[in-house]
C-alpha cells in the first residue's frame, strides 16, 4: 500500500507560482513511477509530470514544459516527498491537481495509477 499526501495548492495572478508537495510513504515507495496530474471541470484528466523514483528520469506534459519542475525529496528512508514547482502560472492552468503512483510508468502515465492522493486545487487568476 501506498499513501500519498498533497499539500500546497492555492490562489494566485497569472504569472505567479506555485510549490506542491506530496508526502509518499508505504513500502518499497523507491520501485514506484510518481506524478502529478490535473482535472479541470468538464475537462479530462491531464498528465502534468513523472518521475521514476529509483532513477530520477523526468517526464513532463507538453502543455507544462519549461514552466513547471517535478522533484523528488528522499532524505527520509521511509517516504518520498514529490514537489511540483509551477512558474509563470496561466489562467488555464486552473485546476485540482493530484499526486499519482504506480510501479508501471505507462499505468501511470497512460492508463490509470494505482494510488492517488485526495488532491490540491490550484487557481490562477488573470
Given at each position: 500500500q501506498v499513501q500519498l499526501v498533497e499539500s500546497g495548492g492555492g490562489s494566485v495572478q497569472a504569472g505567479g507560482s506555485l510549490r506542491l508537495s506530496c508526502v509518499a510513504s508505504g513500502a518499497s515507495i523507491r520501485r514506484y513511477y510518481m506524478g502529478w496530474f490535473r482535472q479541470a471541470p468538464g475537462k479530462e484528466r491531464e498528465g502534468v509530470a513523472a518521475i521514476n523514483t529509483g532513477t530520477g528520469k523526468l517526464f513532463y506534459g507538453d502543455s507544462v514544459k519549461g514552466r513547471f519542475t517535478i522533484s523528488q525529496?528522499?532524505?527520509?528512508?521511509?517516504?518520498?516527498?514529490?514537489?511540483?514547482?509551477?512558474?509563470?502560472?496561466?489562467?488555464?492552468?486552473?485546476?485540482?491537481?493530484?499526486?499519482?503512483?504506480?510501479r508501471d510508468p505507462v499505468q501511470l502515465w497512460k492508463t490509470s495509477p494505482a494510488y492517488w492522493g485526495q488532491g490540491t486545487q490550484v487557481t490562477v487568476s488573470s
Open positions: 525529496d528522499n532524505a527520509d528512508s521511509a517516504k518520498t516527498t514529490l514537489h511540483l514547482q509551477m512558474n509563470s502560472l496561466k489562467p488555464e492552468d486552473t485546476a485540482m491537481y493530484y499526486c499519482a503512483a504506480d
